[in-house]
């Protein structure tokens, strides 16, 4: 993460590590960081855990739970056709675009190559309340539970209080803020078959002794999702790290991944995204088939690039393959899909 923050001379970056079946939390990093044991030393800016004191406008990431809600409500399925009005389209005073301009996706195709005007189009078909109440199943606009102080609920308007232009920037998640924990918490739900859990960090307390005084365990909160919709939704995402997707560069060799890029606008101080900053996002799961860990990883105010899969989805692909090592996860794929070096070029091996 480091590498990444400072090769793309951005201002900071974060990744948490989670594991979908029980909400455990493996690792949070923040940089730059600061050592608590000599705190005065770093800047007060630094002295916070920004994982669950901070919130972001997640972009792109957020179409992910737009499309579940869509899939479980019935009014949607992967291969239905959206009009995507070839990149344009205008909704009152407002013109939505897509940074690569579509005519007809199917909805599995709308997340596949991250389609904002898709996105607005199945929002639209499911109505502002479906899309209101399935995000906050998925828990965006509450505190999550994690047992670490400062935890904030983000921001997450009743729908009611939406107008047509709101309904629209949600499903490509702008006009709503999540914190770090929320999104990788909702997207850990996914993986564990529509089951959210409450994150947690400590696993116990012990006494000097080693003792054990007080232990924690995993914290089912609700069925977000029917399994079969989950299931539907892995093969999506598993599909928008294919090598023509968004998130190709989050696969490690040997592995399989499913994911989501986004590439989220910052507000400007005069309340417009002109010529705005941005946050790199990748947040996902892996084995695609089995997924052992989730991983988030946002970059924030990138400046050589900024797209969330050229900025985050390779620190992704990092973090999981040196943990996949060091907990001994073997390779997924098959023999012939791993590549090995002959000192010339690339064999099949």
């Known amino acids: 993460m480091q590498k990444s ?16 079946e029980t909400g455990a939390v493996k690792a949070i990093a923040n940089y730059p960081t600061f050592n608590p044991n000599s705190f005065n030393l770093f800047p007060i800016d630094s002295w916070r855990n920004r994982s669950v004191t901070d919130t972001f406008e997640p972009g792109s990431v957020l179409k992910v739970f737009v499309i579940a809600a869509a899939l479980e409500s ?28 579509h005519d007809f996706l199917t909805v599995h195709d709308v997340l596949k190559y ?38 904030v609920n983000g921001l ?63 914290g089912k909160k609700r069925n977000v999702i029917m399994p079969e919709t989950a299931r539907v939704l ?10 023509d997707g968004t998130g190709g560069q989050a696969v490690p060799v040997g592995y399989t991944v499913c994911g989501k890029t986004g590439t989220a606008q910052k507000i400007n101080a005069n309340g417009t995204y002109r010529n705005c900053e941005y946050n790199g996002v990748f ?5 695609a088939q089995s997924p052992e860990l989730a991983v988030l990883v946002v970059i924030d105010e990138p400046q050589k690039h900024h797209y969330g899969g050229v900025v985050a989805a390779p620190v992704f692909r990092e973090i999981v393959h040196e943990t996949f090592n060091y ?10 899909q791993l590549n090995v070096s002959n000192g010339v070029g690339e064999v099949g091996a």
């Not at 009014?75 to 675009?97: F, K, S, T, V």
């Not at 803020?177 to 116990?204: E, F, R």
């Not at 892995?234 to 090598?243: C, D, G, I, L, S």
């Not at 947040?283 to 084995?287: D, I, K």
């Open 5 to 20: 923050v400072e090769e793309n001379n951005a201002k900071g970056g974060l990744a948490i590590v989670m594991v979908p």
């Open 74 to 101: 019935g009014l949607c399925d992967p291969q239905m056709i959206i009009n995507c009005e070839d990149g344009a389209y205008r909704i009152g005073r407002n013109i939505i675009h897509d940074t690569h301009p």
């Open 114 to 151: 991250s389609s904002n005007i898709g996105a607005v189009k199945i929002a639209e078909i499911i109505g502002a309340q479906v899309l209101y109440e399935k995000l906050r199943d998925f828990g965006f606009g509450d505190k999550t539970g994690i047992n670490c102080p400062g935890e």
């Open 156 to 218: 997450l308007r009743h729908y009611q209080g939406w107008r047509k232009i709101d309904n629209a920037t949600i499903a490509f998640g702008q006009g709503i803020t999540v914190t770090p924990i929320q999104l990788i918490t909702a997207i850990s739900a996914i993986a564990n078959n529509g089951v959210l859990m409450t994150p947690y960090v400590v696993q116990a307390i012990t006494n000097e002794n080693g003792n054990i005084i007080r232990s924690f365990s995993p």
């Open 234 to 243: 892995m093969k999506m995402m598993n599909a928008v790290t294919e090598a």
């Open 283 to 287: 947040v996902g799961f892996s084995p």
């Open 327 to 336: 907990l001994n996860i073997p390779p997924s794929t098959t023999r012939e």
